[in-house]
């Protein structure tokens, strides 16, 4: 527990990812909690759409989150979502 304590307390621990630009802010972070509860190995890392307000964005994005299980998987999700900003 201390460990966690640790980790979760390191900013540049938690932080795994970040995308920006005058649209969009796209952060994904290691919650190092069990946030949501489905079957399987839990959801630990998030990912955060953030929405400018007068981006041409449709309604309803903005804090848009999608979980991750792995790193690998948040990285790549992460990565994902950027290139449909970009």
């Known amino acids: 527990m201390t460990a966690w304590a640790h980790y979760r307390d390191d900013p540049s621990y938690c932080a795994i990812a970040r995308y920006e630009d005058a649209r969009v802010v796209i ?20 990912t955060t759409l953030f929405v400018e307000p007068a981006a041409d964005i449709p309604e309803g994005f903005d804090g848009r989150q999608w979980g991750w299980r792995t790193e690998e998987e948040a990285r790549e999700g992460h990565d994902t979502l ?3 900003y970009r």
Not at 27 to 46: E, N
């Open 27 to 46: 952060s994904t972070c290691w919650l190092g909690v069990h946030s949501v509860y489905l079957p399987g190995q839990p959801i630990i890392f998030a």
């Open 82 to 84: 950027a290139k449909c």
